[in-house]
């Protein structure tokens, strides 16, 4: 069974920085894409950053130049470093991936458990 585990989630003042980081575990055959999604209380859940199996990027207009995702293929894990943090950034992360199971099967999303950001003075 394939687990996405999320760590790095906690409190910080506006203008600093965390890391997240979600490392898959399990049986499976490949990891696609990966991506980081938030979801502030009252909103629906939106994309903040993903990155192919080639290491493209894409980035919420919201925090491009601030946050950065990038992956290490080698421990199946993502990150997401936050830099320059806002109030407004405050949501549960949640990691995203993209994998198959088998060399037969179709791709299928699998999600963490997500984890809590809160910036606040």
């Known amino acids: 069974q394939v687990q996405l585990v999320e760590s790095g989630g906690g409190l910080v003042q506006p203008g600093g920085s965390l890391r997240l980081s979600c490392a898959a575990s399990?049986?499976?055959?490949?990891?696609?894409?990966m991506g980081w999604y938030r979801q502030a209380p009252g909103k629906q859940r939106e994309l903040v950053a993903a990155?192919?199996?080639?290491?493209?990027?894409n980035y919420a207009d919201s925090v491009k130049a601030r946050f950065t995702i990038s992956r290490d293929n080698a421990k199946n894990t993502v990150y997401l470093q936050m830099n320059s943090l806002k109030p407004e950034d405050t949501a549960v992360y949640y990691c995203?991936?993209?994998?198959?199971?088998?060399?037969?099967?179709?791709?299928?999303?699998?999600w963490g458990q997500g984890t809590q950001v809160t910036v606040s003075s």
């Open positions: 995203n991936g993209r994998i198959t199971t088998t060399k037969w099967d179709p791709a299928r999303d699998y």
């Open positions: 399990g049986r499976f055959y490949s990891i696609n894409a």
């Open positions: 990155i192919t199996g080639g290491s493209s990027t």
